[in-house]
């Protein structure tokens, strides 16, 4: 099992910077992928950015579109940290922000999510 603790939400004026971190904890060695999803008020859970074993040079990055070049995804193994800084915010980058974890073996894990609210 892998456990994921969440921090670094807050409220920030648009235009501002915050930086999420995820703690991993448990069978970290199994875990393949690691990402962060986000859950808008009144909407559907949606992808963020992932960070994948494998790949050019260590590690293959995703981001969705409406996040690209705003966001950066990044992972330190030593800490068995994941990281989401996000400049440039938005106000509809408002949501609830969850970090994910992809064991290998295909089981998923979810943290317990951290509130970011951006004003205009």
């Known amino acids: 099992q892998v456990q994921l603790v969440e921090s670094g939400g807050g409220l920030v004026q648009a235009g501002g910077s915050l930086r999420l971190s995820c703690v991993a904890s448990?069978?970290?060695?199994?875990?393949?992928?690691m990402g962060w999803h986000r859950q808008p008020p009144g909407k559907q859970r949606e992808l963020v950015a992932a960070?994948?074993?494998?790949?050019?040079?260590?590690?293959?990055?995703n981001y969705a579109d409406s996040v690209k070049g705003r966001f950066t995804i990044s992972r330190d193994n030593a800490k068995n940290t994941v990281y989401l800084q996000m400049d440039s915010l938005k106000p509809e980058d408002t949501a609830v922000y969850y970090c994910?974890?992809?064991?290998?073996?295909?089981?998923?894990?979810w943290g317990q999510g951290t509130q970011v609210t951006v004003s205009s």
């Open positions: 994910n974890a992809q064991l290998i073996q295909g089981y998923n894990y």
């Open positions: 448990g069978s970290t060695g199994s875990i393949g992928a």
């Open positions: 960070i994948i074993r494998g790949g050019t040079p260590n590690y293959t990055t």
